[in-house]
């Protein structure tokens, strides 16, 4: 038998579940409990994922309508394969076979109309192209990696990733920090074909992934048994290592930086692209009352803003009757 389908106990779980879904077995459903789901974040957080996942399961078999439910086992399912990576991509389910898992369980959850859980779906996609890209390299995954049937990134975090790749220089680098600047970056740039001159990394990745190093490395030129703060060092004299307003300092080995938009950059003679940077669809959202993406997207504005007050007089003017505190409002 092939090893990626000898399923552990949660993946058997989630399988009995899609059965009893397509066979329309919920005629016997039970009534949904909204404390299961609560309790299952709590054991999550707790390091009780294995149990969590187990317990959504069960409870999920009898009660598929509860999209709250859904999403936090299609984010476990998320979590457990990104500790795949961790492990060295051993064990058993393999990580592909667990962003299965996650896609099913965060598309009930999008039939359900469960905030959040477009954007995880996402980053389910995401994932699998880092698994190309692990395998084939960044250009491949740019220009043939296969398209899995996903929905659109919301108008708004695709506006985000397009402004942070519009930010970095000609050929830069672009260090990435949070879930939301990966995701944001990643799809502006795989899915619209954005600046394909930058290339973004992720720097947790690359200290803690051989296989995505090794290619991330090829795609720079640099020796992969580097650490990540040398290899961004011998990047960094012919290309510019531009840091989101989220991405973590310490995997860089310089201190100076000069502000160009949204990004920080190694260079100070790297000047900004003509791309128009907009905040149009972010306004538009908030307007209609906002998303629970909407804070977290505001408090990536700041912190750039922070760095670099042109943006209060620019780019973040347009937030109008909700401007920014970094903009001494």
Do not use: K
């Not at 919301?154 to 879930?179: H, K, R």
């Not at 993406?293 to 922070?306: E, L, N, Q, S, V």
């Amino acid at each position: 038998m092939n090893p990626h389908f000898r399923l552990s106990s949660r993946g058997l779980f989630l399988g009995l579940v899609v059965l009893a879904m397509q066979a329309e077995l919920a005629v016997a459903q039970g009534s949904m409990d909204p404390s299961v789901a609560p309790r299952a974040v709590n054991l999550e957080r707790q390091g009780d994922r294995v149990i969590a996942t187990e317990m959504l399961g069960r409870y999920l078999a009898t009660a598929p309508d509860d999209g709250v439910a859904w999403f936090h086992l299609g984010r476990f399912y998320l979590a457990d394969e990104r500790d795949w990576h961790l492990r060295g991509h051993t064990g058993e389910p393999s990580g592909p076979l667990y962003l299965d898992f996650a896609a099913t369980a965060l598309d009930q959850a999008i039939r359900l109309v469960v905030d959040s859980a477009v954007v995880y779906r996402l980053m389910v996609e995401m994932d699998r192209a880092r698994l190309y890209v692990e395998t084939f390299g960044w250009d491949a995954a740019r220009e043939r990696r296969p398209r899995e049937t996903a929905p659109q990134l919301p108008d708004y975090i695709l506006e985000l990733g397009a402004n942070l790749l519009a930010s970095c220089p000609d050929q830069g680098v672009l260090l990435t920090g949070d879930n939301l600047e990966t995701v944001a970056v990643w799809y502006a740039s795989l899915e619209t074909g954005r600046r394909n001159d930058v290339l973004p990394l992720e720097p947790r990745l690359y200290t803690t992934d051989s296989l995505y190093r090794a290619q991330i490395a090829s795609a720079l030129g640099v020796d992969p048994n580097l650490p990540v703060r040398q290899a961004i060092a011998a990047v960094a004299a012919r290309r510019p290592i531009c840091l989101t307003p989220m991405a973590d300092t310490a995997a860089v080995p310089f201190t100076q930086f000069t502000p160009v938009r949204l990004v920080r950059v190694n260079l100070s003679s790297a000047g900004p692209t003509d791309d128009v940077l907009t905040v149009t669809e972010l306004v538009q959202v908030e307007h209609m009352g906002g998303t629970v993406w909407t804070t977290d997207i505001r408090r990536i504005y700041a912190i750039a803003a922070g760095h670099n007050s042109l943006l209060c007089s620019g780019l973040l003017q347009s937030l109008g009757d909700r401007p920014l505190g970094a903009c001494g409002h």
